[in-house]
């Protein structure tokens, strides 16, 4: 039947989409190690990604979590850091790590039909890294360097303050690094760290693509005879020690014409019932660039280049972030317009055309996020590390769905209160 082309067709709303999240499959390597994988994709490219237990959650001294992280590539026993980097990109691949509070991951992607030779090199990172001490002392000076440069900032010193009052410094998701950091690092710190977190750490293994038949057998055979998972690492518990104090102005730079305003309140975790439902509520507030912030502080006063509130993605307790930065001349004003949108939304029922522009917002996005394996992993990752499922993904979809304008309004009343918000200008 052919198809009639001048008949546009009919506009469906994104709430209207019936929205699937891909099962993940799952199997374990001889040393119980897990591995997650999706199985999808039209291109002939996979990805691995193992995560480790080995965030600075753990560290005793501060930055050898990320250090450890970064310097695995830069020597073994065997090769050294260009030789490593020359195998990757011989193959076409790329190899990336990344350090978090709780985890750390090493990330492969590669065309599928190389991952054998690539992944007996992921295995060496895990069991022969040496980190030279040549690397580790260019590692050093370059990060000084660039902590030196972004001290400059005045957005890069609002984030790091606005942690710690919101957490404490000495908590995990409150501290900072200074250049004394670096300098005593020593080599025996990262060596003691790795052996512990990742040549013996525990560790999860995602993988997602148009994976080759013999996946399995090749994770087995590189993977599954290393020593993983065979000791307990309980998750210390840290308490939050937040600032006495609510507010503070910070002069930077004295010539500063610019201001970085960082306003934050602590907020439960995923598991909280209400986690859900402030997702909608702010999202409408400030979450996208048709929120109310965006709309006041952008589109009709023009003091921002665009303003935005989130809930920081931490698996613990986090923190209700507003950020934005403005000109220095209109920072307190800023600051107030925040404020008056706050109690707007206490104060005021929020009507159904806005509403629906958010539900239809939210699935939109979540469909795009679902573009693709790796997408799809990324998801499941998240939901794994946090310990939930796709019971997760259905409840919040229903909650997008089905929230109600009431709902929302006592969610305001219940968080969006000023004196609950610690608030930060450096300029």
Known sequence: MAIDRTTAPAIKDAVEFDVILKPCEQFTLDNGTPVYSIDAGAEEVVMVELVFHAGNWYEEKNIVAATTNHLLKNGTKRQNAFEINEHFEFYGAYLSRACYNETATITLHCLNKHLENLLPVV??????????????????????????????KCDFVANRLIDEYVYGFHHPYGKYTAADDFNNLQQEDLFDYYKQYYTHGKCLVFVA????????????????????????????????????????????DADS???????????????????????????????????????????????????????????????????????????????????????????????????????????????????????????????????????????????????????????????????????????
């Open 123 to 152: 295995t060496e990172l895990l069991t022969d890294a040496i980190f030279p001490e040549q690397e580790l002392a260019i590692y050093k000076q370059n990060q000084k360097q660039r902590l030196e440069v972004n001290l400059k």
């Open 209 to 252: 693509g148009k994976l080759p038949t013999n996946t399995q057998s090749l994770l087995n055979k590189t993977l599954g005879h290393l020593p993983f998972n065979q000791q307990h690492f309980p998750l210390k518990e840290i308490l939050q020690t937040p600032a006495a104090t609510k507010k503070y102005s910070i002069v930077n």
């Open 257 to 427: 014409v610019q201001a970085a305003i960082r306003i934050a309140r602590p907020f439960p975790n995923r598991h909280h019932p209400d986690f859900p439902k402030v997702q909608v509520l702010n999202n409408l507030f400030g979450g996208f660039f048709g929120s109310r912030l965006m709309s006041n502080i952008r589109e009709d006063k023009g003091y921002t280049y665009g303003i935005h509130s989130y809930i920081q993605n931490h698996i613990h307790d986090t923190a209700w972030m507003i950020s934005t930065e403005a000109g220095r001349d209109v920072a307190e004003a800023t600051i107030s317009e925040v404020y008056k949108e706050m109690a707007l939304l206490r104060d005021e029922l929020i009507e159904s055309e806005e509403l629906d522009l958010v539900r239809n917002y939210m699935i939109g996005s979540l469909l795009g996020d679902l573009d693709g394996p790796f997408q799809i992993i990324a998801r499941w990752k998240n939901y794994i590390l946090n310990n939930l499922g796709s019971d997760y993904f259905y409840n919040s979809l229903d909650t997008v769905r089905n929230v109600s304008a009431e709902e929302l309004q006592e969610l305001a009343k219940k968080y969006l209160n000023p004196d609950d918000f610690y608030e930060l200008m450096v300029v």
